[in-house]
């Protein structure tokens, strides 16, 4: 972003960010650290999972829909409680239930079991991404926001490094109890961190009280959330960019590449971890450019979706049975994007609305790459049980999903650019007017 754009989204009330803001940031970040790591560690251990609980490709797929599908719902009603409630209440929730789901997981005898826990993951899970978002808008300038955001995405793919490196290690060095169970205490260790440090905003920051009218106020809310071009927009630039690494990380990337590509776990392992490793390194540079350079968000984004859809339409496409390895790790670096580019959803919603509406919007806008991947998980597991495991066939649904997040996002660009310079505009009228 030039330096007079930088200077128009240094509003009067901006909070003043520095060490504290760092220091409390730190702490609700690793929240969402550790509900990542417990998120993805279903991952790692999406084979010992079927031959644990005797199911198919279909059933397997429901452990992680149904994680996304609570997800996903969660999202509007966490962005209303952290926007009436505030971070810290709603960290500690979310805290409390993905520690008991994880715990849950470890020990659950049956399918049944299994499945009501990694429910209750999920519902914890979606109380932290949304919360953080909202911890960084209260401790750090609004210029700061974009890349503030990235870090944040960036930890969370750190928390999936630990899936790929420490849980799939102890899952096949202790067992599936003891690694899943083992891997709960980090819950409790986050648990004790917040309570002790964490604040909402800094002193002198408070917000303005939040008036309760009840469900009519809900329901105008989330209306006038979703009214905003810059909101939808945000949604469907969540949807198109987020759900093919998600979908890769999160199920299908590790029976892909030792069924269809016949790889070896080691080498799948080490491929998923290149994933993460390109999200970590690309997220800082796409925060960098949205930080200086606010008009390369949507490029960056569409970018990012048409070498996705290239580079899998290539690995499918693929003569040979199987790809050749440079072409994996292309397509696993390429994926690496994806988590850095859905992130540029929120930096079209966040400027399309008020403070007080911020936690409503980020919620509308995080559903976006969640319903994708969980009706991509569904659409893959049910290609496979139905053409006998072929994963051409059933890996081509990323490409329908893509095609209709793209004609969304070309239907609202111009629409919620136009709305943003007009708040842009106001914004800085404002500023003049306000007295030193």
Request: glycine fraction near 10%; hydrophobic fraction near 50%; charge should be positive.
């Amino acid at each position: 972003m030039s330096s007079s754009s930088s200077s128009s989204l240094t509003l009067p009330g901006d909070p003043p960010g520095g060490r504290r803001a760092v220091t409390v940031w730190s702490v609700g970040v690793s929240v969402y650290f550790v509900a990542v790591i417990f998120r993805t560690s279903l991952g790692v251990a999406g084979l010992d999972a079927a031959d644990r609980f005797h199911v198919n490709a279909s059933a397997l797929s429901t452990f992680s829909i149904l994680q996304l599908l609570v997800y996903a719902g969660m999202q509007i009603p966490v962005g209303l409680m952290v926007d009436r409630l505030g971070t810290k209440r709603v960290l500690t929730l979310g805290v409390v239930l993905f520690t008991i789901g994880q715990l849950g997981f470890a020990f659950s005898p049956t399918y049944g079991t299994a499945l009501a826990s990694r429910a209750l993951l999920g519902c914890g899970d979606a109380m932290t991404f949304i919360s953080v978002l909202r911890l960084g808008s209260r401790w750090f300038p609004a210029r700061r926001g974009p890349m503030v955001a990235q870090l944040a995405g960036l930890v969370g793919m750190a928390g999936n490094l630990v899936s790929t490196l420490v849980i799939a290690r102890l899952l096949h060095g202790v067992g599936w109890t003891a690694a899943f169970a083992g891997s709960s205490v980090a819950g409790v260790v986050v648990l004790a961190l917040m309570l002790a440090f964490l604040k909402d905003h800094p002193e002198g920051h408070e917000p303005e009280p939040f008036p309760h009218r009840g469900a009519a106020y809900v329901r105008r809310q989330i209306a006038a959330s979703w009214r905003e071009p810059g909101t939808r927009l945000g949604l469907w630039v969540h949807f198109t960019t987020q759900f093919p690494a998600m979908v890769f990380l999160l199920l299908w990337g590790l029976p892909f590449l030792v069924e269809a590509q016949g790889l070896s776990r080691a080498t799948a392992g080490e491929l998923l971890t290149l994933v993460v490793l390109s999200n970590m390194l690309i997220g800082l540079v796409y925060g960098q450019i949205v930080a200086r350079h606010h008009a390369a968000r949507l490029p960056l984004a569409l970018g990012t979706v048409l070498s996705t859809a290239a580079v899998w339409g290539a690995t499918l496409a693929y003569p040979a049975d199987r790809a050749p390895m440079w072409l994996l790790v292309v397509l696993c670096a390429v994926l690496g994007a994806c988590g850095p580019a859905s992130m540029i959803g929120f930096d079209f919603a966040r400027p399309a609305n008020p403070p007080e509406r911020q936690g409503t919007a980020s919620g509308i806008t995080n559903m976006g790459g969640f319903v994708a991947s969980m009706t991509t998980l569904f659409a893959i597991g049910v290609l496979l049980d139905a053409t006998g495991g072929s994963y051409t066939v059933a890996f081509s649904a990323v490409f329908v999903l893509q095609a209709l997040g793209l004609s969304q996002i070309l239907r609202l660009r111009k629409q919620a650019a136009r709305r943003e310079r007009e708040r842009l505009v106001a914004s800085r009228v404002e500023t003049v007017h306000v007295p030193a």
